[in-house]
Structures are given as C-alpha cells and as structure tokens.
Nanobody
Framework: QVQLVESGGGLVQAGGSLRLSCAASGRTFSLSAMGWFRQAPGKEREFVAAIRWSGGNTYYADSVKGRFTISRDIAKNTMYLQMNSLKPEDPAVYLC??????????????????WGQGTQVTVSS
C-alpha cells in the first residue's frame, strides 16, 4: 500500500502564492509518476500538473502553465506544486496522486493508482 499526504493549502489573496507538498510513503518502489489534480464544488476533477519520477518530465494544464511549477525530491519521495499568481478560478481541493506505471497518459485521472485526501486552496479577491 501507498500513503499520500498533502500539505500547504490555505487562504491567499488573488495574485499571491502557495506551495503544496505531497509526501509518499509505503510501497513506493514502483513509482512511475505523480500528479496534481483539483476539484471545485460541483465540478469534475481536473488535471493540473504531473511529473515523471525518473526523468523529471513535466506536464501542465493550459490553465496553469506559466504560473504553477511541479517538482519532486526523489530522496524524500515528495512532490511539490509551487502556485504563483493565483486567480479566483484556482480555488479547489487539490489532490495528489501516484502512478505505478501503465498505458494511460498521466494527464488522465484514471492513470493513477493512489490518491491523497486533498488540501483546500482558497483565493480571496
């Protein structure tokens, strides 16, 4: 089993920044990629960003490109999401996810085998 614990959410003014963290523990030896998704009330889960664990290739949703940066610390089994220039449309529960490898593209939620509980991000105008 794998456990994912997110942290770093909170309330920030529009234009501000937050840094989310996701620490993975347990049976992570098959870790292939990790990703961030977000879900706002009444909306579907939305891809935000993903990172290949070994090569570090990154992928972003168009809505966050240039504002958010995904990174990872392999030694700590931890993924980060630096969110800058936050906008009123960014608030949601942000969830991290872990992919043990497969044929589904990592920009799709169904690629992921494990999910965290989520951390709330709120942006005030």
């Amino acid at each position: 089993q794998v456990q994912l614990v997110e942290s770093g959410g909170g309330l920030v003014q529009a234009g501000g920044s937050l840094r989310l963290s996701c620490a993975a523990s347990g049976r992570t030896f098959s870790l292939s990629a990790m990703g961030w998704f977000r879900q706002a009330p009444g909306k579907e889960r939305e891809f935000v960003a993903a990172i290949r664990w070994s090569g570090g290739n990154t992928y972003y949703a168009d809505s966050v490109k240039g504002r958010f940066t995904i990174s990872r610390d392999i030694a700590k089994n931890t993924m980060y999401l630096q969110m800058n220039s936050l906008k009123p449309e960014d608030p949601a529960v942000y969830l991290c996810a872990l992919d043990n490898g497969g044929l589904v593209t990592i920009i799709q939620a169904r690629a992921y085998d494990y999910w965290g509980q989520g951390t709330q991000v709120t942006v005030s105008s």
